[in-house]
C-alpha cells in the first residue's frame, strides 16, 4: 500500500515469505454477547465466548503485539497509512533514497478494509522464531489455502488471560453445561467466570 506494491507471496524471496509464516494472529473482538458475532463466530450461536484480560507482561513483550484494528473510510483510504506513503514518496523525490518503516512489518497486521468494521476486531499477533511451540500445518478451509499455525501454551508467558467463559444463546443443555464447567474450572484450580448470554431474540 504504501510502496504501491503488487508482489504476491508466490513471487517473493524464500525468507521474506518465511518471516511471513511466522506470524499468527488471534482475532478477538470488543462486541460482547452481541447477537451478531454469536451468528458469525459462536457455531450459529451454539459455542462460546471467551473473554481475556491483558496480563502485565504485554508490555516488555517482542513477541506479541495487542492492537485494535484500523479500518479503511469508505474511499478504501487510511489517513495514516496515506500519511507514511507521502513520506516515501517525496524522500524519493527529493533525496533519491528509499525508506522502509521498520514497525510497519508488525503494524501492518492491524489494518482491513472498510468493509470489516462491523467485526470492531482486535488482533493479537505472535511473531514465532522458529523456536517454541514449533509450527504445525493445516489447509484452512473454505480457501484451501496451506496455512501454518501454533498451539500456544495459556500457562506459559501468553499475554492474556481468561476472565469469562460465556454459552451462547443456543448452546445445548446450557444450564448442565455451565455447573460441568464450574466443576472443572474448580478441580483445575481456575478462577474465570462462567456464564450464560442474555441474548434472547436468538432464532
Given at each position: 500500500y ?8 508466490w ?8 518471516a ?19 451468528r458469525?463466530?459462536?457455531d ?35 489517513p ?74 495459556i ?36 478462577t ?12
Open positions: 504504501i510502496n504501491s506494491s503488487n508482489e504476491k507471496v513471487e517473493m524471496s524464500d525468507l521474506s515469505r518465511e511471513i509464516n511466522n506470524r499468527f494472529i488471534m482475532s478477538c473482538t470488543t462486541l460482547r454477547d452481541g447477537l451478531l458475532p454469536w458469525l463466530y459462536g450459529d450461536g451454539k459455542g462460546a465466548c471467551i473473554e481475556f484480560e491483558v496480563k502485565g507482561n504485554l508490555k516488555s513483550s517482542t513477541k506479541y503485539y495487542l492492537g485494535y484494528v484500523k479500518y479503511a473510510d469508505k474511499n478504501g483510504k487510511i495514516e497509512l496515506d500519511y507514511l506513503k507521502q513520506i516515501v514518496k517525496r524522500i524519493k523525490e527529493d533525496l533519491l533514497l528509499d525508506i522502509r518503516f521498520v514497525l510497519l512489518y508488525v503494524w501492518r497486521h492491524f489494518f482491513k478494509p472498510q468493509g470489516y468494521d462491523y467485526e470492531k476486531e482486535v488482533r493479537l499477533l505472535y511473531i514465532n522464531d522458529n523456536s517454541i511451540p514449533p509450527k504445525k500445518w493445516l489447509v484452512a478451509e473454505p480457501y484451501g489455502i496451506v496455512n501454518p499455525f501454533v498451539v500456544l501454551n500457562d506459559h508467558n501468553f499475554p492474556l488471560k481468561i476472565s469469562e467463559i460465556i454459552l451462547g444463546p443456543k448452546k445445548a443443555e446450557i444450564d448442565l453445561n455451565a455447573s460441568q464447567l464450574e466443576q472443572m474450572k474448580k478441580e483445575l484450580g481456575r474465570f467466570k462462567i456464564s450464560t448470554s442474555k441474548v434472547k431474540v436468538y432464532r
